[in-house]
C-alpha cells in the first residue's frame, strides 16, 4: 500500500461542497436550462447526460472560488454550468473517439446512440457553452474560456502522440496534463475568481493549475496501485491502451535492459496479456516510478495549498484546501 | 437537360471575387496565421486542410458585404478567415462522421490521419475561430457567430433523421438546409455589414439566408440532375445513402401507389442497386420533382435579389447578386 493511501483523513466531494450546495443544485438546474433544445433528438441526448451528472467538481471550483473572494451571484451559477457543459463536451467526444461504452457506469452517447450523434452533440454542448457566454456581455470569461477549450483540444492531440516511450519525456507528459485536465481547472477558478475583480485572479489560476495537475497524476497512478474488486489486482488499463504516464516515464531512467525490453515488447504487442502487464507494474513499483509520481502529485499539491495563502481565509478557502486533499487521495 | 442548366449566363467564383481579390489573399494568409500551432501532429493537419483550400466563397460573402455597406479593415480580414475556419471545421468533422475519403480531390483528414484525429481537429479550429473572434475585442461578432455555430450542429443532427419518407416534410427540409447552409452563410454577410454599422445588417442577413438556402437546394438538385463523366448518369449519392431531399419530396404525392412503393424498397434496401436508384431519378424527374426544386430555389433567389435592392449599389452589390446566379447555377 502506498504511503498517500494508508493516510487515514480522507475527504468527500459532498462535505467540499457543503459551503456552496444551495449553488451547486441551482448549477445544475441552469445546466438542464442551457441545454433545453426543441429538437427531439438533442433533447434525448440530453437528458441522457443529464442522468449521468458527475460530481460537478469543476462548477464546484466556480463557486468556491466565486466565494474566497467576493459573492455568488446569478452569473457565477451560469458560469458554474459553462463550465460543466465544457467538460461535458469533451468527455462526449473522448468517449466516442476511444470506443468507450461506459461511463460513469451508464451507456456512453457513442454505446446509447451513435458514433455520429456523439460527434455532433459534442460540438453541440460546446457551442452552446460559447452561446451563453457571450449571454453574460463580458469579454473576460470568454477570454479565458475559449483560451481553456483551445488547449483542451491541444491536450487531446498531445495525448494521440503519448505512445512512444523513447520520445515522450516528463516535460511532454506535464504539458500533456496541463492541457487535458490542470487547464480547465485552472480557468474555472479564475472565472469564479473574477467576482472578486482581479485581485486574486492569478494566484487562483495557479492553484487550479497545480490542482489539476495533482489530480491527473493521482488518476494515472491509480492504473498501477487500485486494485479491482474480482481480481484483487491494478488494472492496468493504460499500459493495456499503450498509454504513457509519469510512473513507467520515472521507473524507465532506473529498469536494467531485460526489465526495459520488457516494456518495449508490451508497447508493441496489440493486445497484451494480463500477466504480462502486472509484471510490468511490478517492475514500475519495484524502479520507484509509483513512488516518483506520488512525490510529484505532492509536489503540485503542496504548491497549489500555497497558493491559497494568498487568498482571505474563510469556510470557502477550508473547502478549496479540502479540495487538494481530495483529488491526490481518492480512490476513484 | 433542366431550365437552370441550361442557361447561357454562368458566373465564376473568379469574377465575383475580382473587386476583392487582394483582400481574399490576405484572408488566406490570415488563416494559415491562425491555424498556425507549436504542437507538429496539429501542424501537420493544417498545413493538409490549407491546401485541399477550397473557393472562399463564405469570406467572399464577407468582404463583398462589408465593401457594400462601408470599408474592408484589419477586422473584416480576420472575420473573413473566422467562417471560413468554421466552415472547415465543420467540414472535417462531417466527412468524419460520413467516413468520406475524399474531399475536393483530396484525402479528408479522417483517412489522411485517422478518424481520432479529425474529431480533435474539428475542435481544434472551432476552438481556435472562437479565440481569435473574442481577440477582436467585441461581443457582436460573437453574439453572430455563436448562434451560427450552434445552428450548424443542430442542422447536423437534423440531417441524421432525414431519412424517414414518411415523416420527414418540406418543412423539415428547409429547416434542414437553414440550419447547415443558409445560417452561415447569412453569418457571414451579417458580419461583414458589421463594416457599415447596423444599418444594412438586417437585409443582408436575410440576403445571405436565402442565398445559402437556394445554394443548397441547388446542390441537392445536382444529385439528380448532374452526369458523371464516365457514366453520363446522375450520380443518385444522396437517394444511395437514403438522404431525403427536395426533389423526392416533393414527387412523393404525386407519385401513384407502385412508384411509391419502389422509393420505401430504396429506403430500406441497405445497398441499393444503381439501376433502382435511375428509376427513381426518372419517377421524380416524371412527377415534377425537379421542376419543383428548381422553382423553390427561384424562389430564394428573388427573394435574395429583392433584399439586395436595399443596400447601397456599387461594385460590390453587383458581385453580390452574382453571387445568386452562382448558386444556383453551378454544376459543383
Given amino acids: 500500500m502506498s504511503n498517500t493511501e494508508s493516510r487515514v483523513a480522507?475527504?468527500?466531494?459532498?462535505?467540499?461542497?457543503?459551503?456552496?450546495?444551495?449553488?451547486?443544485?441551482?448549477?445544475?438546474?441552469?445546466?438542464?436550462?442551457?441545454?433545453r433544445a426543441d429538437f427531439p433528438l438533442v433533447d434525448e441526448v440530453n437528458q441522457h447526460l443529464l442522468r449521468i451528472k458527475?460530481?460537478?467538481f469543476r462548477p464546484t471550483?466556480?463557486?468556491?472560488?466565486?466565494?474566497?473572494?467576493?459573492?455568488?451571484?446569478?452569473?457565477?451559477?451560469?458560469?458554474?454550468?459553462?463550465?460543466?457543459?465544457?467538460?461535458?463536451?469533451t468527455l462526449v467526444h473522448d468517449d466516442s473517439v476511444d470506443h468507450s461504452p461506459l461511463r460513469r457506469g451508464q451507456p456512453t452517447v457513442n454505446a446509447r446512440f451513435s458514433h455520429e450523434i456523439a460527434v455532433i452533440m459534442g460540438?453541440?454542448?460546446?457551442?452552446?457553452?460559447?452561446?451563453?457566454?457571450?449571454?453574460?456581455?463580458?469579454?473576460?470569461?470568454?477570454r479565458i474560456m475559449s483560451r481553456v477549450t483551445n488547449e483542451l483540444t491541444v491536450g487531446e492531440m498531445r495525448e494521440v502522440v503519448a505512445h512512444d516511450l523513447l520520445s515522450f519525456t516528463q516535460d511532454d507528459y506535464e504539458q500533456l496534463i496541463h492541457s487535458k485536465t490542470a487547464s480547465l481547472m485552472a480557468g474555472s477558478c479564475e472565472v469564479g475568481a473574477l467576482a472578486g475583480g482581479d485581485e486574486y485572479r492569478d494566484a487562483l489560476e495557479?492553484?487550479?493549475?497545480?490542482?489539476?495537475?495533482?489530480?491527473?497524476?493521482?488518476?494515472?497512478?491509480?492504473?498501477?496501485?487500485a486494485t479491482e474488486s474480482v481480481t484483487g489486482k491494478p488494472t492496468g488499463q493504460d499500459l493495456r491502451e499503450h498509454k504513457i504516464t509519469l510512473p513507467l516515464i520515472a521507473a524507465l531512467p532506473q529498469m536494467d535492459p531485460t526489465e526495459r525490453q520488457r516494456v518495449e515488447d508490451l508497447m508493441t504487442d496489440l493486445t497484451p496479456a494480463t500477466d504480462d502487464i502486472n509484471a510490468i507494474i511490478r517492475i514500475v513499483e519495484a524502479r520507484g516510478g509509483i513512488a516518483a509520481a506520488h512525490e510529484r502529485a505532492e509536489e503540485f499539491a503542496m504548491q497549489a495549498e500555497t497558493e491559497l495563502d494568498a487568498v482571505p481565509a474563510g469556510r470557502a478557502r477550508d473547502a478549496l484546501r479540502d479540495c487538494i486533499t481530495y483529488s491526490i487521495e481518492r480512490r476513484r
Fill in 54 to 56: 458527475g460530481k460537478m
Fill in 123 to 142: 460540438d453541440y454542448l460546446y457551442s452552446r457553452a460559447i452561446e451563453e457566454l457571450v449571454r453574460l456581455d463580458s469579454l473576460e470569461p470568454l
Fill in 61 to 89: 471550483l466556480v463557486l468556491l472560488s466565486a466565494q474566497t473572494t467576493g459573492q455568488i451571484g446569478k452569473r457565477e451559477l451560469t458560469l458554474g454550468a459553462i463550465v460543466e457543459l465544457i467538460h461535458v463536451a
Fill in 10 to 35: 480522507r475527504v468527500s466531494m459532498a462535505a467540499i461542497q457543503e459551503p456552496v450546495r444551495t449553488e451547486l443544485d441551482a448549477v445544475f438546474g441552469e445546466l438542464g436550462q442551457i441545454v
Fill in 206 to 225: 495557479r492553484y487550479g493549475s497545480c490542482l489539476g495537475s495533482a489530480f491527473q497524476i493521482a488518476d494515472d497512478l491509480l492504473d498501477y496501485t
